[in-house]
């Protein structure tokens, strides 16, 4: 399988028009182009000359159009200009209903983990989602069933879940309330939502896909269809990250399928939630904004996708590097790759993906979106027309090691796999805790989730066991070059924070298998 295979070719969603404008972004641009006296929060009141050092870092453009919520002419009254903007982007994405997300996906991961406990006892979940996801167990409290993804054990590097694999979680759960998948991954590989929304249909729950990655899905024939599209219920979607809005705005969709009744007043309460009342008009507008160029900016989504698609072309000419997409094909949850991904294997070209990174940085002033051992990532935003020569040079000018000294395969750090379980995640994150080496947490109850960030992934969650390979394998993160891990206590990993057993709520796995010991 290529890069750029697709399940099928997919063309707009039915009625989908050109962008007919943007009705929040401009109603923030005419009210900004009024003379104001503004006794109002924000405190910098508009005024460039009071506050020249954040005019001159984001322009007294952006200063003016900083706009407070519950204004009349911007989003008060249900035919506001943001109810406007709200209803275009649901008819965009085919959703019967999108929410505006100032927070990330993250909160949408949130919202739809709160609004699970309304459907059932049981949330099954692919083991590789956001971190996000956990934090919002934490948050609802609800007990939780793992589907083990596909993993590239040569990449250290996690798919996606056939549709069998959730079948048969489901049919172990009866009292589920519904499945969680991701599609696509960090790498790009999407999974075969429509099978998993069948499955998940015919057991009777709705299907939550965290399509982070994939805001602009169907906005192009040689783009996979939207996880909408395919039968998803309801999808966090991260607009700012490849389709063109500022970082921290994303999208929530509500689909049309069997569940969308009971589903719409969950989310619309969780939403309120969880939004800050301040939410930013800037970023809801940039929300705005993206949506038209995506509807109307069909030939610059095309050059997007020529120009990464040129990328990966003259990297498999020259011979020294391979793409990791060309090996899709040999995992059965994958039908299809995100053709603005790139991610590079560079080990087989003899450096670590840290070490690319971080030359790539100090070098030759290229970002990419993320390494790992073995690879890098990089993106080419839809309808962005990035220098990929310069990018594909300076790769091919990094130093290799000699033969005798390359990177040894059996140094690889591994994906760990996860210990068991023993308490819900709210259960292990409210329960009384003590830090301790990580040498000797190994055995004892994570109340932490602790990822190697990016892309977010947790490698131990609270309530799990901590393992001496997730140890090995977060340190050895943590001490690569651009190595982090989400929720570490400290930079290196030295300690863990652990459910003390005489601190866990009465009646967990803890304070039973305590009292028996007592006994």
């Not at 001159?56 to 519950?70: E, K, N, V, Y």
């Not at 003899?350 to 073995?374: F, K, N, P, Y």
Request: aromatic share 4%.
């Amino acid at each position: 399988m290529n890069s750029t295979t697709t399940a099928a070719p997919v063309e707009p969603a039915p009625g989908r028009r050109p962008a007919p404008g943007t009705p929040y972004a401009d109603a923030l641009r005419a009210q900004a182009g009024r003379d104001w006296v503004r006794l109002n929060v924000p405190g910098h009141a508009a005024d460039p000359d009071s506050f020249p050092p954040l005019a001159s870092l984001i322009g007294p453009a952006a200063l003016r159009m900083d706009f407070p919520p519950l204004l009349d002419g911007i989003d008060l009254g249900v035919s506001s200009p943001l109810e406007e903007a709200l209803a275009l982007a649901a008819e965009a994405w085919g959703a019967r209903r999108t929410w505006f997300l100032t927070n990330g996906a993250s909160q949408g991961n949130q919202i739809a983990s709160l609004v699970a406990p309304a459907l059932g006892r049981v949330l099954v979940v692919q083991r590789s989602v956001h971190s996000s996801v956990i934090d919002g167990l934490v948050l609802s409290g609800l007990d939780c069933a793992f589907v083990q993804p596909s993993v590239d054990a040569e990449q250290g590097i996690a798919h996606g879940v056939t549709a069998a694999d959730l079948a048969r979680a489901l049919a172990e759960h009866p009292d589920a309330a519904a499945a969680y998948v991701v599609s696509p991954s960090y790498f790009g590989a999407v999974a075969d939502v429509r099978a998993l929304a069948e499955v998940s249909h015919a057991a009777g729950v709705p299907l939550i896909v965290d399509e982070a990655w994939g805001s602009h899905f169907g906005f192009h024939p040689a783009l996979p269809g939207s996880a909408l599209s395919q039968g998803a219920d309801l999808v966090t979607s991260s607009t700012h990250k490849l389709a063109g809005s500022l970082t921290q705005s994303a999208m929530l969709h509500l689909g049309h399928g069997p569940f969308a009744d009971r589903l719409e007043p969950l989310v619309d309460r969780a939403f309120r939630l969880v939004q800050s009342t301040s939410a930013s008009a800037l970023l809801m507008a940039s929300l705005d904004v993206a949506r038209a160029s995506l509807v109307a900016g069909r030939d610059a989504v095309g050059a997007s996708v020529e120009a990464a698609d040129a990328v990966r072309r003259t990297i498999r000419g020259l011979g020294r590097y391979g793409i990791v997409s060309d090996s899709f094909g040999r995992f059965p949850d994958i039908v299809a790759a995100d053709p603005l991904r790139i991610a590079v294997d560079t080990r087989s070209g003899g450096i670590a993906g840290h070490e690319a990174r971080r030359l790539l940085h100090r070098d030759h002033e290229i970002m990419v979106e993320v390494a790992t051992d073995s690879a890098i990532v990089a993106v080419v935003g839809a309808g962005a027309a990035p220098d990929t020569d310069r990018f594909v040079e300076a790769l091919h000018r990094l130093p290799a090691s000699p033969a005798d000294s390359a990177p040894d395969e059996r140094s690889r750090p591994r994906l760990p796999s996860p210990g068991p379980a023993r308490l819900t995640a709210r259960e292990a994150f409210l329960s009384r805790s003590r830090t301790v080496p990580a040498a000797d947490a190994v055995g004892m109850i994570s109340a932490d989730t602790l990822a190697a960030y990016p892309p977010g992934i947790p490698n131990v969650l609270p309530g799990e066991v901590v393992t001496t390979e997730v140890v090995d394998f977060l340190q050895r993160t943590a001490a690569a070059p651009s190595g982090h891990v989400r929720g570490a206590l400290d930079p290196a990993v030295s300690v863990l924070r652990v459910v003390d057993a005489g601190g866990a709520p009465p009646g967990t796995a803890v304070t039973r298998a305590a009292a028996v010991r007592s006994r």
